[in-house]
């Protein structure tokens, strides 16, 4: 038997368990591993050494470096994290309703844990800990396959996590890692059926779709993020600009940022010399359409491909459009379904905007970086999911549960 | 470009006109189609003929040309389960939750359409009628894929449909019919994501494993039951009877319908008796472990296969059990996770099989045979889920659709 059918079979068995644990031990599980972390900081930081040498040795890029890299600040942000899981509302267990039937059965349906969640991952050993965190919270166990890159972290990690949960008598099966990082236990993992109930994947485009495509197991697809800012011909300029330097340039590294400008053509010579000014003063690159090249002219010229990239960097391309049909046309042909902004003050145009756009957010004068599981006010979250099927948006710990049917009788069959 | 790539472009786009569309416009294209169907009845029963007379000259077995046959009462029963439909709440539009954040920003969850959903079904030209209606009330295009055994029937169904749409400004687009049965286009239809939201499954197990092992589309895995009757040491035995009757036999060709008895070892001697006797009036077969043998001796012997199979017929396998652990780790390494039932008047035992077994419905007292979209109270559905991602049990029309965050802001930027 191999290392993945090994630990998806503890993990399944695991499961049954941890669905019964009350909120309090679950809480005490995780406070236990918190106070490991903090405590074990020095055995983690070495580990940690390790993969930052062996990566700066294989030529790995510096920000990848970065994302690899734990200090101390980092790792007492692991152990907030865990912290802020604690005080949130544990879901499972909830009926979210119960009615009875004619026949006076009494059916309800009630919050339980998926199962066994795996999570895909690449270089940032922090989502170890994350994960762990939300999956243990709502009673799940988790099977972490994380990049090579980490793989020393992320073995000392999950040997802490492990060690502290024995500490305090909840099962250690609760989460595991896969040892073997070959790109064929990745693959492996994707045909875990017998096990796994959700296998979600956290990285870039080449991951999520490798997943996408060759996953038997259900998949919940994070991530990309190809957003727009449509500015309409009654948007407020000012807000506009201020809306799109966030949108672009207050983390252009992440899902959420803004990759592409849409103009009303009425106002196009209005608000783009002044946003393409603002933008240039953050070192944005600026590609356009050949009228927005005529209004800006040392702008490039932007290919189809433009239009579709998700730049996740100090990049982005601007659109004129004749009205707000040719810019939902646009964004909805262009986008991932993640965020899309409208700025306007017309009550039509924010509602059709709101309606017809097919994304997992859709906002009107307000920045695309706010589609974020703590800045929706769900505390934390596993991942932000960019498909129509069980969670869209930022997923919480309400997104990491099912549900299942209790139904009460005293006798009742079936004419 | 072929038929799939053109109806699945075409789906696409209807997709988004349907998503805008009023209940009352809605329920107006329905009561069409319903009228037209019964309007068009000889041509449907023409069409049928073809199919059911092709089928008699395959060989096709009996049960499954009368699946697939039409007559005059049939077809009135399509038109009134479409009536059905347009006296349900339409879902689409509702805000489950609004919140406004710290920042003022008022962040809501809204219910809204899927997009385009895929159905691959077999021999039941009903389905076509049904499908349709929940997708249309649902705000959401259908692709179907039915047998090659149903095709005239189907195609008829389709052309009818799509008349009657036309008929009150509908987009006709919203449902078409694959008209290509071989094993191949079933096959691209899974890869078609780049069109597709989700595919359903509707059939026996060997279609529904095909789909989950070769979709690249999101899959909700629909149907299979084995299901399972556990009688408690405290059950009420007549009550147990009266049940089991029921679950096995009132009609035995149903996923919810009871393929397995486990019995606890101190009532065995009092129960299985009446119990196989009862059974055996309905002509069932019975096969046990060693144990229930010892008590009914002329029952067969068990194996391991049979604790797995969902007979779909009138034969039940008997398992006798020490203790509620037992009953427990039975049911929950054998089951489909699809219905489940304890009969006991024990307040812990019941409570410990609720929570304990993983299973879309589990019921205390009650037949199994309630796992159904009516007797739920949801009206219709379009099959019952066995997986646990976004639906679980029984889909109604809640079940056919997603959410989208709606975001209003007058200003906001990320600090």
Not at 32 to 41: F, K, R
Not at 167 to 184: G, K
Not at 206 to 215: D, E, K, R, T
Not at 382 to 393: D, N, P
Request: charged residues 25%.
């Amino acid at each position: 038997m191999n290392e993945l059918n090994i630990k998806g079979q503890k993990a399944k068995k695991s499961s049954f368990t941890l669905a019964q644990l009350s909120s309090n031990d679950k809480n005490k599980g995780l406070k236990a591993v918190a106070d490991a972390i903090l405590l074990n900081e020095k055995d983690i930081i070495e580990a940690n050494k390790i993969d930052v040498s062996n990566a700066e040795k294989n030529g790995v890029k510096g920000s990848l470096v970065d994302r690899l890299t734990l200090d101390s600040n980092r790792i007492k942000s692991m152990a907030e994290g865990i912290m802020k899981i604690i005080q949130l509302d544990d879901p499972i267990g909830e009926v979210m309703w119960m009615k009875k039937r004619p026949n006076g059965l009494e059916i309800g349906k009630k919050i339980v844990p998926l199962g066994v969640i795996g999570i895909i991952y690449e270089a940032r050993p922090n989502v170890t800990v994350d994960a762990f965190a939300l999956c243990f919270k709502t009673g799940n166990a988790v099977i972490l396959r994380g990049g090579k890159e980490a793989i020393n972290s992320n073995l000392k990690i999950i040997e802490i996590i492990k060690n502290a949960l024995i500490s305090v008598n909840m099962p250690s099966d609760a989460v595991s890692l896969i040892e073997d990082t070959s790109r064929e236990s990745a693959t492996k993992m994707m045909k875990l059926n017998e096990y796994l109930d959700v296998l979600i994947p956290r990285g870039g485009a080449g991951l999520i779709q490798a997943v996408v495509n060759n996953s038997t197991v259900p998949v919940i697809e994070t991530g990309v993020g190809n957003c727009h800012l449509y500015v309409d011909e009654y948007a407020d300029l000012e807000m506009a600009v201020n809306i799109l330097v966030n949108a672009k340039t207050q983390r252009p590294g992440v899902c959420n940022a803004c990759e592409s400008i849409v103009v009303h053509t009425d106002i196009a010579a209005k608000f783009l010399p002044t946003a393409c000014k603002k933008l240039r003063e953050h070192n944005v690159a600026i590609v356009g359409d050949p009228i927005a090249k005529s209004i800006v002219q040392d702008i490039e010229p932007a290919s189809e491909e433009d239009y579709g990239k998700e730049y996740l960097d100090y990049k982005i391309s601007i659109k004129v459009v004749n009205n707000i049909d040719e810019a939902i046309e646009h964004i909805n042909k262009y986008n991932t379904k993640h965020s899309e902004s409208i700025i306007t003050e017309n009550y039509s145009n924010a509602r059709r905007f709101l309606n017809e756009i097919d994304a997992a957010a859709v906002y009107v004068n307000a920045s695309t970086r706010f589609t974020d599981g703590f800045e929706f006010g769900f505390g934390a979250e596993i991942g932000i999911s960019t498909q129509k099927l069980h969670a869209r948006g930022p997923m919480g710990l309400k997104e990491l549960t099912t549900s299942k049917y209790v139904i009460y009788g005293n006798g009742q069959i079936r004419e």
